[in-house]
C-alpha cells in the first residue's frame, strides 16, 4: 500500500484525504520504531506487540491533534482526528486479526484511544513539541507492554530517543499534508465538482487573441 506523503500546496484536499495518509503514515513510523527497539535487543513478546502499537498510534494520533491545532478550525480538527483514530483501528483490527486471531480489537483500540486522550489533555506541548511529562506518560504505558527484564530500561529509551524521534517524522507529515490551499470535508468537495464548469465551457482569459475557425468542419451544417 502508497501513499502519497506529500501534496501540491495548491491542491484542495478532504479530511478524509488528510487522514487516510496520516493514519498510514503513523502506523509506518510505528512499525519502524518496533524495528529500531528489537535491534536495540529489547524483548518484545507476539501478544505484547500489539499493546505497543497500540501505544504508539495513541501517541502520534494525539501529537497530530496539538500540531494541528494552529493549522485547522476546531470543527476540522475534530473531523480529522476522529477519522485517523478510525483508520488506525482498521489498520489494527486487520493486522492482529490477522496475526493473534478473531476479536473486536477494532473496540479495543477505539476504547484505549479514548482513556489515552483524556489522559494526555494533562500534559502539554512546549515550543511546539511533546514535554518530558509527556513523553514520560507515552512511556509508562508502553513499559506495562514490556517484559519484566527490559520494562525498567524502557521509559529512558522511549523519552530520550524513540518519543522525540517518531514525534519529528509525524511533524513532518503534518507540515506537508496539512498545508494544502484548502481542506473541506467530502460534501465540500462533491458540491465544488458539481459546480464546476468545464473546462469546454469556461470564457478564454486570453483577451488579446482571436479565433478564425478554419477547420475542416466549416462545411458542416
Given at each position: 500500500?502508497?501513499?502519497?506523503?506529500?501534496?501540491?500546496?495548491?491542491?484542495?484536499?478532504?479530511?478524509?484525504?488528510?487522514?487516510?495518509?496520516?493514519?498510514?503514515?503513523?502506523?509506518?513510523?510505528?512499525?519502524?520504531?518496533?524495528?529500531?527497539?528489537?535491534?536495540?535487543?529489547?524483548?518484545?513478546?507476539?501478544?505484547?506487540?500489539?499493546?505497543?502499537?497500540?501505544?504508539?498510534?495513541?501517541?502520534?494520533?494525539?501529537?497530530?491533534?496539538?500540531?494541528?491545532?494552529?493549522?485547522?478550525?476546531?470543527?476540522?480538527?475534530?473531523?480529522?482526528?476522529?477519522?485517523?483514530?478510525?483508520?488506525?483501528?482498521?489498520?489494527?483490527?486487520?493486522?492482529?486479526?490477522?496475526?493473534?486471531?478473531?476479536?473486536?480489537?477494532?473496540?479495543?483500540?477505539?476504547?484505549?484511544?479514548?482513556?489515552?486522550?483524556?489522559?494526555?489533555?494533562?500534559?502539554?506541548?512546549t515550543?511546539?513539541?511533546?514535554?518530558?511529562?509527556?513523553?514520560?506518560?507515552?512511556?509508562?504505558?508502553?513499559?506495562?507492554?514490556?517484559?519484566?527484564?527490559?520494562?525498567?530500561?524502557?521509559?529512558?529509551?522511549?523519552?530520550?530517543?524513540?518519543?522525540?524521534?517518531?514525534?519529528?517524522?509525524?511533524?513532518?507529515?503534518?507540515?506537508?499534508l496539512?498545508?494544502?490551499?484548502k481542506?473541506?470535508?467530502?460534501?465540500?468537495?462533491?458540491?465544488?465538482?458539481?459546480?464546476?464548469?468545464?473546462?469546454?465551457?469556461?470564457?478564454?482569459?486570453?483577451?488579446?487573441?482571436?479565433?478564425?475557425?478554419?477547420?475542416?468542419?466549416?462545411?458542416?451544417?
Amino acid at each position: 500500500m502508497r501513499v502519497k506523503s506529500t501534496w501540491h500546496k495548491t491542491q484542495v484536499k478532504t479530511i478524509d484525504d488528510i487522514a487516510g495518509a496520516l493514519a498510514f503514515n503513523a502506523w509506518r513510523i510505528t512499525k519502524n520504531q518496533l524495528t529500531d527497539l528489537i535491534n536495540q535487543a529489547y524483548v518484545i513478546e507476539k501478544a505484547q506487540v500489539f499493546d505497543v502499537i497500540r501505544e504508539y498510534m495513541c501517541y502520534l494520533i494525539q501529537c497530530i491533534d496539538r500540531l494541528a491545532f494552529d493549522i485547522l478550525d476546531d470543527k476540522k480538527r475534530q473531523a480529522l482526528i476522529i477519522a485517523i483514530a478510525k483508520q488506525a483501528a482498521d489498520y489494527y483490527q486487520e493486522n492482529k486479526q490477522e496475526r493473534i486471531g478473531a476479536g473486536d480489537h477494532w473496540q479495543e483500540f477505539i476504547d484505549t484511544y479514548n482513556l489515552r486522550a483524556k489522559d494526555y489533555r494533562h500534559y502539554a506541548f512546549t515550543d511546539n513539541e511533546p514535554n518530558y511529562l509527556f513523553m514520560r506518560y507515552f512511556g509508562e504505558k508502553v513499559q506495562k507492554a514490556m517484559t519484566e527484564a527490559d520494562e525498567k530500561w524502557i521509559i529512558q529509551q522511549i523519552v530520550e530517543i524513540q518519543a522525540p524521534k517518531a514525534f519529528q517524522s509525524i511533524k513532518k507529515s503534518v507540515n506537508s499534508l496539512v498545508s494544502v490551499d484548502k481542506i473541506v470535508s467530502t460534501e465540500e468537495l462533491v458540491q465544488r465538482k458539481k459546480n464546476k464548469i468545464p473546462r469546454s465551457k469556461r470564457q478564454s482569459t486570453r483577451q488579446d487573441l482571436s479565433y478564425d475557425n478554419k477547420s475542416s468542419s466549416n462545411h458542416l451544417l
